[in-house]
């Protein structure tokens, strides 16, 4: 019997046109294992009903066609479900894509597609909105804001947004409890990561995994305008988490408590929230269509990589030696000015 599948495809997301893919799928689906259908979105929130309707008439699989967005919208229809999600990049992002290694290529995901290869996934939840790659606070928060109201999008807008912002941004304090206590951080940002990048290849979180039942806990304590173009780096050569400034923890569960309400993200999407966020992660909530022939060896950094990050981290230990040295002989002269006046 044929497996019933149906595409959603959000028509504006994204940097990439959609025409095509209609005949694209009708090309290259695998008929004789599944009948299909198309559903065009049509306005925001239109494609978790879509996919939620597809649910309960027992669609056995809903294939997401856009961006991180729309990935967003059909999974949480899904979740807790049995029906499969799929997906189509065509974001500017793509980030559950990119960490599930989806080729960025539409006629080789309906190739992986046709293989029907479905796994059993993680996702988390951010004040009752799911999130599926990662959520979070403070700067990544803000970024996410300018990222969705930058003119536009891809790679070189996101580090353009990290590098000028960056140095102007004021952390916050957090007070943060999971299964061990609680810890007060001051930070630039708080994410909790589920899968392993932002998007555009962004890994904020390089040894995240979505079948685990944990999140990964990234704290980024303030750094100045010298750090900001490691910082980046760092992002996309995927050793971020080899930076001194960056505490990682796994927790299954997080209370957040902050001064006042403010912006959080999920999965990209900024919102304003209460000053109390609670983030948890729920184990194999969902099937997804997962690439067999995905390398995870891909997420790792590679010796040159790995090369750049222990010179940064030299330069991280030389530098805060340097400042530790600057502070005692600062604390002598004081001491001898002080007994000198004496």
Avoid at 21 to 37: G, H, Q, V
Avoid at 49 to 63: F, N
């Amino acid at each position: 019997m044929k497996k019933k599948i149906i595409f959603i495809l959000n028509p504006i997301s994204g940097t990439v046109s959609k025409a095509g893919i209609p005949k694209l799928i009708e090309e290259r689906l695998d008929k004789e294992t599944f009948d299909y259908d198309i559903a065009e979105t049509e306005y925001a929130g239109h494609a978790t009903e879509l996919a939620k309707k597809a649910a309960e008439k027992g669609v056995e699989i809903v294939v997401a066609i856009g961006g991180d967005g729309t990935v967003n919208e059909v999974g949480r229809a899904l979740i807790n479900t049995e029906t499969a999600m799929a997906i189509l990049p065509c974001g500017s992002g793509n980030g559950l894509a990119r960490h599930l290694r989806l080729p960025m290529n539409l006629k080789k995901c309906i190739d992986i597609i046709n293989m029907c290869d479905i796994h059993s996934l993680d996702y988390g939840i951010i004040n009752q909105h799911p999130f599926f790659c990662t959520c979070g606070m403070g700067f990544d928060a803000f970024i996410s804001m300018k990222f969705a109201n930058a003119g536009k999008r891809g790679p070189i807008t996101y580090v353009q947004q990290v590098l000028e912002e960056g140095v102007k941004y004021i952390p916050e304090t957090y007070e943060i409890e999971d299964e061990d206590g609680i810890q007060h951080y001051k930070a630039f940002l708080v994410s909790a990561a589920n899968a392993s990048q932002y998007g555009n290849n962004a890994y904020i979180a390089p040894q995240a995994s979505m079948s685990d039942g944990l999140l990964d806990i990234i704290i980024m304590e303030p750094f100045d305008i010298i750090d900001a173009p490691q910082v980046a780096i760092e992002l996309f050569n995927k050793t971020l988490d080899k930076n001194l400034k960056i505490k990682t923890f796994k927790a299954k569960h997080l209370h957040i408590h902050r001064k006042q309400a403010g912006l959080i993200h999920f999965d990209g999407d900024p919102v304003i929230s209460d000053a109390d966020v609670d983030i948890s992660i729920v184990p194999k909530g969902i099937h997804i269509l997962v690439n067999p022939n995905g390398d995870k060896g891909d997420r790792q950094p590679n010796i040159l990589q790995t090369a750049f990050s222990e010179i940064f981290f030299n330069i991280d230990l030389m530098k805060q030696d340097f400042i530790k040295q600057s502070r005692k002989v600062q604390a002598i002269n004081k001491n001898l000015l002080r007994k000198l006046n004496i």
